[in-house]
């Protein structure tokens, strides 16, 4: 990769892990004009499929494949941090058994457990130095005619990268990346009801409707969307969770009946309990949004992410505020292995 195509590393702390070094809003760099297609020079990093680590650019499925044409994929996302004790996934149990819950959620027949998945995770953190991100992904390779596979074996799938220089970077189009966030509620799409997918399924077919809101609004001029459940409570974004802070400092987020449990969702949860602040799971109207001191956004790409306006109108003093900037600083203490109360939240992957 030429330098030039490289995504500019920009001073100061990011709001983002996708985007670790990029700290201010704005265009970061002008459209490429390479061709889209798979990279000429791929991320030298292994990938492990089913039991073997194999070339990035190796790891490829049928477009036929049950899991491209019936989005029956399921996966997981978690972050691995620097610490002084070495590369350390964060709540890795935590990740591993909601992939779990998501493959029997939707009938996955599984054939890997608890321990075999994180081993593997482990085993490809140490195989790609660097990393910042793994995504674990359960997947249906066959080529099948009928919704249900005749072929119902599933492949495992582990990959650790950098996803700035990795992924990003290699993409033909341009980086978006806001550090504060501009938001649209979005009207014309409900969360799905549970009965149709639970929202507890991290499967790919999840993520259908919330792109159609997210990408209507990006041609609006936002940044991001929240859906609301069947009632018209608010639920979660895109990809994140929602918390208001309200003006006696109480921390809401909706409870889980609509919304994925996120991990950084909990662990926000656990570490305001820690800190003596209250917090309260509960239904929440879209029009609190404009009441309350300040929202922000959860998810384990971006940590915790203010969000500074909603439907063209500020969310409190329309800035990042106080607690969550308090809260991002703790947030990213706490993963990056500095406050010995959550250090079993790590799980260190080389052995000392
Ligand atoms: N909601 C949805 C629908 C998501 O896909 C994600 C990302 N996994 C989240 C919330 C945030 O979850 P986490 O904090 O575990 O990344």
Not at 77 to 94: K, Q
Not at 127 to 153: F, H, M, Q
Not at 181 to 204: D, F, T, Y
Not at 284 to 301: G, K, N
Request: with cysteine; charged share 25%.
């Amino acid at each position: 990769m030429a330098p030039e195509e490289r995504v500019p590393r920009l001073p100061g702390a990011g709001a983002c892990r996708n985007f670790p070094s990029m700290a201010s809003a704005g265009p970061l760099r002008p459209s490429l004009t390479r061709p889209r297609s798979i990279p000429t020079t791929p991320p030298n990093r292994r990938i492990w499929v089913d039991g073997e680590l194999l070339p990035w650019e190796s790891v490829t499925v049928h477009l036929l494949s049950h899991s491209v044409q019936r989005a029956s994929l399921i996966f997981d996302f978690m972050s691995v941090h620097p610490t002084r004790r070495g590369p350390a996934v964060f709540r890795m149990g935590e990740h591993v058994r909601r992939l779990l819950r998501s493959a029997e959620l939707i009938g996955l027949p599984m054939t890997m457990d608890e321990e075999a998945i994180s081993g593997a995770v482990v085993e490809t953190v140490r195989a790609n130095p660097g990393a910042t991100a793994v995504k674990v992904c359960a997947y249906l390779p066959s080529i099948e005619v009928e919704v249900v596979p005749s072929d119902d074996r599933v492949s495992v799938a582990v990959a650790a990268y950098e996803t700035a220089a990795d992924v990003v970077g290699h993409n033909a189009g341009p980086v978006y990346f806001k550090p504060e966030l501009r938001i649209r509620l979005a009207k014309e799409r409900r969360k799905m009801r549970p009965e149709i997918i639970p929202p507890q399924a991290k499967v790919s077919a999840n993520y259908t409707s919330p792109m159609i809101a997210k990408w209507a609004a990006r041609r609006a001029g936002y940044d991001e969307i929240l859906l609301v459940d069947e009632k018209g409570y608010l639920a979660e974004a895109s990809t994140e969770n929602v918390f208001l802070v309200s003006q006696d400092g109480r921390l809401r987020t909706p409870s889980l009946a609509y919304v994925l449990a996120g991990v950084t969702r909990s662990s926000i949860l656990e570490i305001a309990k820690h800190d003596g602040i209250p917090v309260a799971e509960e239904a929440i109207r879209p029009e609190d949004l404009f009441t309350a001191a300040e929202v922000f956004l959860t998810a384990t790409s971006a940590g915790v992410w203010p969000v500074v306006s909603v439907d063209g109108r500020a969310v409190g003093e329309g800035r990042a505020g106080p607690v969550s900037r308090a809260l991002r600083s703790r947030f990213e203490e706490v993963a990056n292995g500095h406050d010995p109360a959550f250090d079993a939240w790590l799980t260190y992957v080389n052995p000392t």
